[in-house]
């Protein structure tokens, strides 16, 4: 007798294919972090109160260069400051429902924000910074509380066409504007030294905001966070 197999299925001999991620999915984190691996064509997807958004591309003017700015004036201040770390678009695990990729962020080795074994961010930074393309994006509104909910210390959205900039810190829970000073200068509370001269940068005069930074690195406060930052990371006796 000849027994003649029978073709597999397509079913059993193909591996099941991940479901690519779109706007506005509801998703776990796990389910939305197992889609983003399989997308190496996406370089930004957040998962937001369990809905998934993706931004558009990203332009120069209205994105790239103000990131950049951003960027060079917290690296400047964290080649000051020891025991200190900025990451630049990193995912960062919040919470169940929320996994976000913040523009910058500054944090504090050893503290509420860690690095996971598989090399994402997890819990909250002292300070994030996100670049808007005006006062209606989305960073003002569920970035905002997602943030605030965490206890992120200090929050900056720089809103590109509308040429403003919020700074907010985080008192009893509720975030409120950090003003400032006669000389247009607004210094962080939780980053003592971290000076930003606001219309500098808006205009993008990095000469002049790293001017104002270097002020602020060599006063006594930012010398007394130094001392302190150096004792958190010595040895006990």
Not at 197 to 216: H, R
């Amino acid at each position: 007798m000849t027994v003649i197999d029978k073709p597999l299925s397509t079913a059993s001999t193909s591996t099941k294919r991940v479901p690519t991620l779109q706007s506005g999915d509801r998703l776990t984190r796990a389910e939305f972090e197992r889609r983003y691996k399989t997308m190496s064509r996406v370089n930004k997807a957040e998962l937001i109160e369990g809905v998934v958004f993706m931004p558009s591309p990203v332009h120069f003017q209205a994105h790239s260069r103000p990131h950049s700015d951003i960027v060079t004036w917290l690296g400047f201040y964290k080649a000051s400051t020891p025991n200190l770390q900025t990451g630049d678009n990193a995912t960062l695990r919040l919470d169940a429902d929320n996994e976000v990729q913040p523009d910058a962020a500054l944090f504090i080795k050893g503290g509420k924000c860690k690095i996971s074994d598989d090399d994402y961010l997890e819990g909250a930074p002292e300070l994030i910074v996100e670049i808007a393309a005006s006062s209606v994006s989305y960073d003002l509104f569920d970035k905002l509380k997602i943030y605030r909910r965490n206890g992120v210390q200090e929050y900056v959205v720089w809103q590109v066409n509308d040429k403003r900039l919020d700074w907010f810190e985080l008192i009893e829970g509720q975030y409120l504007p950090l003003a400032p000073d006669a000389n247009g200068i607004i210094k962080s509370k939780v980053f003592p030294g971290l000076n930003l001269a606001v219309n500098d940068l808006l205009e993008s005069s990095m000469a002049a905001v790293l001017a104002e930074l270097q002020k602020g690195l060599a006063s006594e406060e930012q010398a007394n966070f130094v001392r302190g930052l150096k004792s958190q990371n010595s040895p006990s006796d």
